[in-house]
């Protein structure tokens, strides 16, 4: 494939990356507010609404290896317009649920059917050129990032003025157009491989001169979405206990919102760098500063700080999740890519569930501080499991 499609198919692939962020960001500001309107009271409320949101990343970690299995199968094209479609259905007809159950239902099914972004991500680094791939992968995770900035804005505009199940079906109108723009415009040459040719996906896996390392940068993604989403939960009351007592959400979205937009600037700087000096090297800056930084956080004294902290930390992130996928890119056979891709998924969507309860339930126990604390020592000890790797890693030709 020519150089020109893979760089044409990285800019479609940003755009549907971007409406799938904007997507799935759009829902999570107003379940609360849905599910109240569904006829669920008092404590019942903020269980359900978690269960809403956390139930599609579960049904999308068992699901996922799946779709990875088809995708090397028959293309990971299909596989993006699969999810496009299923998804407009899934996530419009929110807006058309008339109870609790209905919900649960379709934010279930969504899970099961989702996957645009990690086949995209797939298909990017099965056509780009390996000393680009940092780069190129790290442009395409700054599209996601846009979207879920966006989404909460658009999200409470739309809401604030026709309500907030036509914002369900803005979604649905965002997630058809990423599926259309799929359609017509993503180019992909795959040659469906012979029964009696196909790897098998445990010699996939066997086939790795260095599993460990493999299992390192699955358990990396975990972390890196783990100690993303553990601070979840308490960031507004942290906020108000350093002294905000006005317009506390506002200051609250701002502040995570600062972590979004850093990440998005440095992350396509970041993968030219890691394409440079070498993605594992670069990862592992990233973790060592990540770790400084949540230490920071648990020692900032106003609102204005942990901001700007949250800010810095973002610079240091647009590293962490291009670096794992070029690194991933490098190692695997083009086979058996989208399989490689769609395990790491599952332990990204994991990392996603069991972050915020963990941080709740230290938060509980020993306070918010603690949560910064726990969370450090968590990247610090995934940090010191890639460095052990890092020799293995130097004698891999490819990366």
Known sequence: MQEISWKENLRVAWFGSFLTGASISLV???????????????????????????????????????????????????????????????????????????????????????????????????????????AALGTLSTGVVAGTLTGPFVGGFIAEIFGIRNVFLLIGGFLFLAALLTIFFIKEDFQQIAKEKAIPTKEVFSSFKYPRLLVNLFLTSFVIQFSAQSIGPILALYVRDLGQTENLLFVSGLIVSSMGFSSMMSAGVMGKLGDKLGNHRLLIVAQIYSVIIYLLCAHATSPLQLGLYRFLFGLGTGALIPGV????????????????????????????????MAGSAVAGYLGYHAVFYATAACVAFSCLCNIVQFRSLLKVKEI
């Open 28 to 134: 999570v500001p107003f379940m609360p507010i849905f599910v109240e309107q569904l006829g669920i009271e008092g404590d019942q409320v903020a269980f359900y609404a978690g269960l809403a949101i956390s139930v599609s990343a579960v049904s999308a970690a068992l699901v996922s290896p799946i779709w990875g299995i088809l995708a090397d199968k028959y293309g990971r094209k299909p596989m993006m317009i699969r999810a496009g479609l299923a998804m407009t259905i899934t996530m419009g007809g929110l807006a058309f649920v008339p109870n609790i159950y209905w919900l649960l239902f379709l934010r279930l099914l969504n899970g099961v059917f989702t996957g645009f972004v990690p086949n995209a991500t797939a298909l990017i680094a099965s056509q780009v050129p390996k000393d680009k791939s940092g």
């Open 325 to 356: 996928n070029a690194l991933l890119s490098k190692m695997t056979p083009k086979s058996g890519i989208s399989r490689i891709f769609a395990f790491n998924q599952v332990f990204f969507y994991l990392g996603g569930v069991i972050g915020p």
